[in-house]
């Protein structure tokens, strides 16, 4: 049996605390924001003053480095679970501010009432969150860090206490007070990981576990190991990959970053992200681990965030052993590809590429790991000069466009991004694309695979977003009016049923019928009501007939037969269709999944 590779050990409060103190467990200001309910740190005091269980903490002994004098420096600690319980004690207990969700500074202030103490309710309450109320009062505690100050004097406190509150016993509240200043001396358990284990497997452990039934990710765990780093400047590192994310939702946020946090004020990296309060773009909003994931593939050549750990603790892939120049070298790669990320001209350029596509809505982009991965192209090819300036975009976009219809990243999407990272180390990322297009864009590929994606059901059918970003980039109109298919899909129009849902349902089609993709098409909404559930072979030939006839109708946007049929040609429906009713459904579906295919190839080749 292989030797237990972790221990497991109670540690009182106060004992934890001092040790982040001394900074031999390394939880940073923030390592991600302080995100409980003021209600569950005043739950935590009360269920460690009752003697309940509070769960465990996970930590991790980082695996020592070998210096260049060949000498070896003791990793550190890293809290790699139960952040927010230790957090809540630190800023109730310890007294420290923390930060909250939004990024704003400040206290969770616990209050106690030492009458709830001494009562024989079991369901008084002990603990609140402070409000005014008890600091006005004499009856609470109105902060309980208060008792647990190197200065605070018991006895000075029962002297005023039970002068404001005569009916108080000074030895009852002397025993309530023992009581809650035991509380740093609680015990929770803690499970410490051996840094004898492989950087996979505490990699693994990391995503294994859940807080507050949210899984973990790899980029938590980047996150967590970069901001336990001072010495190589990871703490700030984490706060830049925080911020750009945090901006990109809301702009507005530069300010109160600005107000809030003068130290990374002050470091550079803010100018480098002012650009962001003015940003609009909506269609890519990275997250940390996209950031971290662009940042590490084009500058250290390869996918795995598992590996960054690894590399960020030193790690020679080749002799297993642990190295400070490891960890310095990939702090400075991450830097710089981080830098290269948040970059505006970089951003905006890649998202040029990706709009100009036809991509200019959130709603046609369903693959956040393609274009992740098309990011790091376009980034690798700005930095290798591989290619002309105006060769890049075309690149970027059928790396884009082919990962999407081929779902290249959908399943295992590490294992092919490392594939990928590889070949265009080896060849360059114009050789490397002609290979997967050979291996993949197959006659059978355009006729048979894109026409078989075309039967599922789902209008986030990756296949159905590409036809849509298609009809986008040639500019085409939506049905039966002149309105692009681009301009609704950014309005959030709707898409509705050339063969009108209930005119299928009343005629015996079931759900998978009526709703598949090649039955969708962008209608604007007063036309669609004026439709109904007329069969198409009626309301077309009703706007073909109004149309001729010049009648001041629904369909008067459309002023010729030529427009009308053009019009049809733009959404890819069969002209036939004009004679066709619920008996045609079928061929219909099969006629137009055909010219649907035939739009989407001919797009990737105009790329």
Same mark, same amino acid.
């Given at each position: 049996?292989?030797?237990?590779?972790?221990?497991?050990?109670?540690?009182?409060?106060?004992?934890?605390?001092?040790?982040?103190?001394?900074?031999?467990?390394?939880?940073?200001?923030?390592?991600?924001?302080?995100?409980?309910?003021?209600?569950?740190?005043?739950?935590?005091?009360?269920?460690?003053?009752?003697?309940?269980?509070?769960?465990?903490?996970?930590?991790?002994?980082?695996?020592?480095?070998?210096?260049?004098?060949?000498?070896?420096?003791?990793?550190?600690?890293?809290?790699?679970?139960?952040?927010?319980?230790?957090?809540?004690?630190?800023?109730?207990?310890?007294?420290?501010?923390?930060?909250?969700?939004?990024?704003?500074?400040?206290?969770?202030?616990?209050?106690?009432?030492?009458?709830?103490?001494?009562?024989?309710?079991?369901?008084?309450?002990?603990?609140?969150?402070?409000?005014?109320?008890?600091?006005?009062?004499?009856?609470?505690?109105?902060?309980?860090?208060?008792?647990?100050?190197?200065?605070?004097?018991?006895?000075?406190?029962?002297?005023?206490?039970?002068?404001?509150?005569?009916?108080?016993?000074?030895?009852?509240?002397?025993?309530?007070?023992?009581?809650?200043?035991?509380?740093?001396?609680?015990?929770?358990?803690?499970?410490?990981?051996?840094?004898?284990?492989?950087?996979?497997?505490?990699?693994?452990?990391?995503?294994?576990?859940?807080?507050?039934?949210?899984?973990?990710?790899?980029?938590?765990?980047?996150?967590?190991?970069?901001?336990?780093?001072?010495?190589?400047?990871?703490?700030?590192?984490?706060?830049?990959?925080?911020?750009?994310?945090?901006?990109?939702?809301?702009?507005?946020?530069?300010?109160?970053?600005?107000?809030?946090?003068?130290?990374?004020?002050?470091?550079?990296?803010?100018?480098?992200?002012?650009?962001?309060?003015?940003?609009?773009?909506?269609?890519?909003?990275?997250?940390?681990?996209?950031?971290?994931?662009?940042?590490?593939?084009?500058?250290?050549?390869?996918?795995?965030?598992?590996?960054?750990?690894?590399?960020?603790?030193?790690?020679?892939?080749?002799?297993?052993?642990?190295?400070?120049?490891?960890?310095?070298?990939?702090?400075?790669?991450?830097?710089?590809?981080?830098?290269?990320?948040?970059?505006?001209?970089?951003?905006?350029?890649?998202?040029?590429?990706?709009?100009?596509?036809?991509?200019?809505?959130?709603?046609?982009?369903?693959?956040?790991?393609?274009?992740?991965?098309?990011?790091?192209?376009?980034?690798?090819?700005?930095?290798?000069?591989?290619?002309?300036?105006?060769?890049?975009?075309?690149?970027?976009?059928?790396?884009?466009?082919?990962?999407?219809?081929?779902?290249?990243? #959908?399943?295992?999407?590490?294992? +092919?991004? &490392?594939?990928? /990272?590889?070949?265009?180390?080896? @060849?360059?990322?114009? !050789?490397?694309?002609?290979?997967?297009?050979?291996?993949?864009?197959?006659?059978?590929?355009?006729?048979?695979?894109?026409?078989?994606?075309?039967?599922?059901?789902?209008?986030?059918?990756?296949?159905?977003?590409?036809?849509?970003?298609?009809?986008?980039?040639?500019?085409?109109?939506?049905?039966?009016?002149?309105?692009?298919?681009?301009?609704?899909?950014?309005?959030?129009?709707?898409?509705?049923?050339?063969?009108?849902?209930?005119?299928?349902?009343?005629?015996?089609?079931?759900?998978?019928?009526?709703?598949?993709?090649?039955?969708?098409?962008?209608?604007?909404?007063?036309?669609?009501?004026?439709?109904?559930?007329?069969?198409?072979?009626?309301?077309?030939?009703?706007?073909?007939?109004?149309?001729?006839?010049?009648?001041?109708? #629904?369909?008067?946007?459309?002023? +010729?037969? &030529?427009?009308? /049929?053009?019009?049809?040609?733009? @959404?890819?429906?069969? !002209?036939?269709?004009?004679?066709?009713?619920?008996?045609?459904?079928?061929?219909?579906?099969?006629?137009?999944?055909?010219?649907?295919?035939?739009?989407?190839?001919?797009?990737?080749?105009?790329?």
């Amino acid at each position: 049996m292989d030797k237990q590779k972790y221990n497991n050990y109670p540690m009182a409060i106060s004992q934890i605390l001092g040790l982040i103190e001394a900074n031999e467990i390394a939880i940073p200001e923030i390592q991600r924001p302080f995100v409980w309910r003021k209600s569950q740190v005043r739950d935590l005091m009360d269920s460690l003053y009752k003697g309940y269980p509070t769960g465990y903490i996970i930590i991790w002994k980082n695996p020592s480095v070998k210096l260049k004098n060949g000498s070896l420096s003791e990793g550190k600690k890293v809290l790699i679970d139960g952040q927010q319980r230790i957090t809540a004690l630190m800023t109730a207990i310890a007294g420290k501010s923390i930060v909250f969700d939004d990024y704003s500074e400040g206290r969770v202030k616990i209050a106690f009432d030492p009458f709830a103490a001494i009562s024989n309710n079991p369901d008084a309450e002990l603990f609140a969150v402070q409000t005014p109320a008890h600091l006005k009062g004499k009856r609470w505690i109105p902060d309980i860090a208060e008792l647990f100050k190197a200065d605070f004097s018991s006895f000075k406190f029962i002297n005023q206490y039970v002068a404001d509150n005569p009916e108080m016993d000074q030895e009852e509240l002397h025993k309530v007070l023992e009581s809650l200043k035991n509380l740093q001396h609680c015990n929770i358990g803690v499970i410490e990981l051996d840094a004898s284990l492989d950087i996979d497997v505490v990699t693994d452990i990391f995503i294994r576990i859940n807080s507050k039934g949210t899984a973990l990710s790899q980029g938590d765990f980047v996150m967590s190991k970069i901001a336990a780093d001072e010495i190589h400047g990871g703490n700030t590192l984490r706060k830049v990959v925080d911020y750009f994310a945090h901006l990109c939702k809301d702009g507005t946020f530069y300010n109160k970053i600005k107000e809030k946090d003068q130290i990374f004020a002050s470091s550079g990296y803010l100018g480098k992200l002012e650009w962001l309060k003015d940003d609009k773009e909506t269609v890519y909003d990275p997250e940390c681990d996209d950031v971290l994931r662009v940042a590490f593939m084009h500058r250290c050549k390869r996918a795995k965030l598992a590996d960054l750990v690894a590399m960020l603790s030193g790690r020679d892939f080749e002799t297993r052993e642990f190295k400070e120049e490891i960890v310095e070298s990939t702090y400075k790669e991450l830097e710089a590809g981080i830098n290269n990320v948040i970059k505006e001209y970089n951003f905006n350029q890649f998202m040029l590429a990706i709009r100009s596509a036809g991509f200019t809505s959130k709603k046609l982009v369903n693959s956040v790991m393609a274009i992740d991965f098309a990011y790091a192209v376009y980034l690798l090819l700005q930095e290798s000069k591989e290619v002309p300036v105006d060769e890049i975009k075309s690149l970027v976009q059928r790396w884009y466009v082919l990962s999407v219809l081929t779902g290249r990243y #959908s399943a295992s999407p590490e294992s +092919s991004f &490392a594939k990928d /990272i590889r070949a265009i180390g080896e @060849n360059g990322v114009k !050789a490397a694309l002609k290979s997967i297009e050979d291996a993949n864009l197959s006659d059978a590929f355009w006729n048979v695979q894109l026409n078989q994606n075309l039967t599922y059901v789902s209008s986030i059918n990756p296949t159905y977003q590409v036809f849509l970003a298609a009809q986008n980039f040639f500019k085409k109109d939506s049905l039966l009016s002149h309105i692009p298919v681009g301009e609704l899909v950014n309005l959030g129009g709707d898409i509705h049923h050339i063969f009108p849902k209930q005119y299928l349902v009343d005629n015996g089609f079931d759900k998978h019928d009526y709703n598949q993709v090649a039955n969708y098409a962008y209608l604007d909404t007063p036309l669609n009501i004026k439709i109904g559930k007329k069969s198409p072979k009626e309301y077309l030939n009703e706007a073909l007939n109004a149309i001729k006839g010049s009648q001041d109708n #629904s369909f008067k946007a459309i002023k +010729s037969e &030529a427009e009308f /049929i053009q019009n049809l040609e733009d @959404n890819c429906i069969p !002209a036939d269709i004009l004679n066709m009713d619920y008996n045609s459904y079928q061929e219909f579906l099969e006629a137009r999944r055909v010219k649907m295919t035939q739009l989407i190839k001919q797009y990737y080749y105009s790329l």
